[in-house]
């Protein structure tokens, strides 16, 4: 089609940027550069064998045609056990949405709610999608820094000064995807206590990193940590990251009636069920021995202290210890100003991931794309090895400029 104009809700979205970078990696890995790629937000341990083996005893036994549209029972069935177990949250399966993947409940989630005008409330720097997912469903994406001097996380004061009475949701993220910030329980309640002042706000968790935590850390969610909330919190996990299920396309919510039925309604116009083979692999992820989550993380921790310690040692970074996911969010600030061998000027942190992609093959993503400057996203979700390269990588880059 010559003529081709996409429609103007589009035209407002970017494409994803993470999936950008892993595709430029991706291609100059297939014309021979060597490249190390830390752009993906994918756990690169397998999907476990006992789930995979469920997976297959289900397309033996003839589970390989359409389901309810949100999801079979068993599966709502193994979710609520998993939010009271975890989250000592109470849903019955009517309270329980399953769709392809956290970000088609995100996505069902604003499309059965937003008016034109809404406004979302994001702290920055956030998850690529939730701006542009905003956008796409109608309404109007309110950007809030969480900066560095706060640990990336959202304060009270800066939560209430951008509440307004267009305000429909606050996208709440911990652990954050990109920084691996996590609000502890305290903190967590800080915001709730503003939030009971405004009872029209709606919270959005995304608790997709739940389990990726470290340090003892104790992971808490908005619904549990304030119940007068409960009514109005949608509480969405998944198995993509916890189970390394990124390809099976499972994610799931927790949360008020009225509105779980809203989401199987748009689900019913567009994508129908989840795959019916990925639903019976994620009920046997979520009943079954829970223990290797514990082996990943301890894998995982070991990985961003090496890439915390290796960045803080680059010339012009520095780099906070987050408390869990597999990111790291470093600032590169100190290099902003400085140029390449080449002569290529570092003008900001785009340009500083396109001179590091080009100089050493090192895929990261600029923290620009996650609406905080001058920063970058490092994924450790990758060997040990290949990490200390990457870091000596970007060492070498970092003391190259000039
Ligand atoms: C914070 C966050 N939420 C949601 C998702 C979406 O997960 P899924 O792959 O299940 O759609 C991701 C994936 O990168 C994420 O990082």
Redesign the pocket.
Same mark, same amino acid.
């Given at each position: 089609m010559t003529n081709f104009q996409q429609s103007e809700a589009l035209s407002r979205v970017q494409p994803s940027t993470?999936l950008a970078v892993t595709q430029k990696a991706r291609e100059l890995k297939a014309a021979g550069r060597d490249i190390i790629s830390l752009g993906a937000?994918?756990p690169d341990f397998d999907t476990p064998d006992f789930i995979k083996d469920a997976a297959i005893q289900a397309i033996r036994d003839g589970k390989t045609k359409y389901t309810a549209v949100d999801g079979i029972p068993e599966l709502k069935q193994a979710v609520a056990t998993k939010f009271k177990r975890d989250n000592n949250l109470d849903y019955d399966l009517d309270q329980i949405s399953i769709a392809p &993947? &956290? #970000? %088609?409940i995100?996505y069902n989630a604003l499309v059965a709610t937003m008016n034109p005008g809404d406004e979302v409330i994001i702290p920055a720097p956030y998850?690529v $999608?939730y701006p542009d997912m905003a956008l796409l469903a109608g309404g109007k994406p309110v950007i809030v820094k969480a900066d560095a001097s706060n640990g990336f996380k959202l304060s009270p004061e800066a939560l209430e000064a951008v509440i307004t009475p267009k305000t429909k949701w606050l996208i709440f993220?911990s652990p $954050?995807?990109p920084t691996g910030a996590a609000y502890t329980h305290n903190e967590i309640k800080a915001l709730t206590d503003v939030l009971l002042r405004y009872p029209h706000v709606m919270v959005m968790s995304?608790d997709?990193?739940e389990h990726i935590v470290y340090d003892g850390f104790e992971f808490a969610t908005p619904a549990e940590v304030e119940p007068a909330l409960y009514d109005r919190t949608l509480t969405v996990n998944? %198995? $993509? #990251?916890a189970f390394a299920m990124?390809g099976w396309?499972? &994610?799931f919510a927790g949360g008020p009636k009225p509105m779980i039925k809203a989401m199987a309604k748009v689900m019913s116009q567009s994508t129908s069920n989840p795959s019916s083979i990925s639903q019976w692999a994620s009920v046997a992820a979520l009943n079954g021995d829970q223990s290797f989550l514990k082996e990943r993380n301890d894998a995982f921790k070991e990985r961003r202290d090496l890439v915390v310690s290796m960045l803080n040692q680059a010339n012009g970074l520095t780099c906070a210890t987050p408390e869990g996911a597999f990111y790291v969010y470093p600032s590169c600030e100190g290099v902003i100003g400085k140029a390449t061998p080449n002569g290529v000027k570092i003008s900001s942190d785009e340009d500083f991931a396109a001179a590091l992609l080009e100089d050493e093959g090192v895929a990261i993503v600029f923290g620009a794309a996650f609406g905080l400057s001058p920063y970058f996203r490092v994924s450790y979700a990758a060997a040990i090895e290949q990490l200390e390269d990457a870091c000596q990588r970007i060492q070498r880059f970092c003391a190259s400029l000039t």
């Open positions: 993470t937000g994918e &993947g &956290g #970000k %088609a995100l998850w $999608s993220n $954050s995807n995304d997709m990193y998944g %198995a $993509s #990251k990124t396309r499972i &994610g």
